[in-house]
Nanobody
Framework: QVQLVESGGGLVQAGGSLRLSCAAS????????MAWFRQAPGKEREFVAR????????YYADSVKGRFTISRDNAKNTVYLQMNSLQPEDTSVYYC????????????WGQGTQVTVSS
């Protein structure tokens, strides 16, 4: 059973930056592909970015491509989301999720961290 804890959210002005972290425990971190999702009030959860088990492959939603960077440090059991050029539409609760390399679904989720971007 993998536990995920996000941190790093907060309030930032438009154009600013934040770095989210997601610390994993309870499993072998390198056995998991990781991803970030977000959910704004009244909207469905949406995919933001993903990274494979060794960090060699990343993929981004079009809405964040060029502004956000996902990375991981397997020695620290942590995945990061560097968010630059933040806009008010990026305001959401951000969740990290883990998918075992042999699984189809993201079965493990963190509790979320709030990101609010003011205009």
């Amino acid at each position: 059973q993998v536990q995920l804890v996000e941190s790093g959210g907060g309030l930032v002005q438009a154009g600013g930056s934040l770095r989210l972290s997601c610390a994993a425990s309870g499993g072998t971190f390198s056995n998991y592909n990781m991803a970030w999702f977000r959910q704004a009030p009244g909207k469905e959860r949406e995919f933001v970015a993903r990274i494979n088990w060794n960090g060699g492959t990343t993929y981004y939603a079009d809405s964040v491509k060029g502004r956000f960077t996902i990375s991981r440090d397997n020695a620290k059991n942590t995945v990061y989301l560097q968010m630059n050029s933040l806009q008010p539409e990026d305001t959401s609760v951000y969740y990290c999720a883990a998918r075992a390399t042999w699984a189809y679904n993201y079965d493990y989720w963190g509790q979320g961290t709030q990101v609010t971007v003011s205009s």
